[in-house]
């Protein structure tokens, strides 16, 4: 933790950003905060959160780059923080050359939980870098399904949505300012559970977007497996695209342009 | 009662240029094909959501069938590369949730292929038919 606060404080006195967005722990809880230069002194209250106590601070970050455009911020990151920050760089939503990483890895308890296929930022700053997870039992477990029973299982789960919109809330990825699941000729209005195909709708948009921090999961008090769903929709964006949601290497998001060429050919018929 | 033989509802998205004009062709040439198909007319196959084809299946549509120009044939260059995009991993997606994929279909049909339009038609909505009705509207109807 001195190794971030010490990091956290020289680019704050130097000038090299406007604040550190990080956790401060209040009455025993880690809470998001922004530390600026004429607060220094509470960076000794500055924390790494453990590892299942997580806030969308990617969104946050959106928050304050459209506030103070010219401000340069710097910001804890996770494994899937960072891979939020990427796809933002992408959407144009955040300017790379105004974010500073202050890298947290996670545990690997936490990386298990959330079988997550990259665990630590490109920057570790706090914690030792911890075993990926490549594949998720959770969503091999659906495909091991069969039709019927997978269809079951799902109307099972869209079936207690009490239409929070939680999930969309949380997500640091959610950046849309109209958003269809409000749209009142496609979604019905006024019904819970919402419409079946309300976490289908969802899961489209986050196909090449969701960058698996799994924050919606948690917020869920349905306690849908949105997760499984959207990670499917990242393995066939993988699988159809070749497109690694969250890392910088693989071009654009297959949804952002038409294409070049067209690879795919239609399913007969 | 006999029974009456199942008589789907069957949205088709198609695109202004292309498949509408095949099934103008269609018509004029005096072709036959199950009228169980509604269709909408849409400037480019591409502007067509999975939203869209979702909402039909929610409204209790048993299938959708989208008709676009032929790749390297779109009307704007390159329309329909986000078609094949959308909804190669709509059914991926569909089928992953345990609904029939095979409900949702996507057709190349130029201005040119009447025939091809009538055939397609008849042959998805033989397949609708003989799948039945589609689950979710069992379950709108449920509901209601």
Redesign the interface.
Known sequence: MDKIRKKVKSLLTEGKVAGYLGYILREGHPLPHLFTRDHLAELEQAVVPPGDARYPLDKILQALARRYPEDTFTIQVRGCDERGLNELYKWGQLDPDKVVLVGVACPQEQADYCECPGPYPSVVDYGEKCNPVPQSRRVAR??S?G?????????GHFARCVKCYGCRDVCPMCFCKEC?LE?PE???IGKVPP???FQ??R??HM?GRCIDCGLCEEACPADIPLRV?YK??NL??K???DYDTGSLGTGLS??KS??D??T????P? | MAEQEFQPKIIGFFCNWCTYAGADLAGVTRLQYPPNIRVIRVMCSGTVSPHHVLRAFQKGADGVLIGGCHIGDCHYLRGNYMTIKRMRFLQDLLKFTGFEADRLHLEWISAAEGPKLAQTVTAFTNKIKSMGPSPLKRLTAKAA
């Open positions: 659906i495909d399904l039709q019927e029973a997978a269809f079951q299982e799902w109307l269809g749209h496609l979604m019905s419409d079946t195909i289908l709708v899961a489209i196909a769903l499917k929709g066939l964006v699988e159809l695209f297959p949804w038409l294409g060429e067209v795919l050919e239609t399913k018929l």
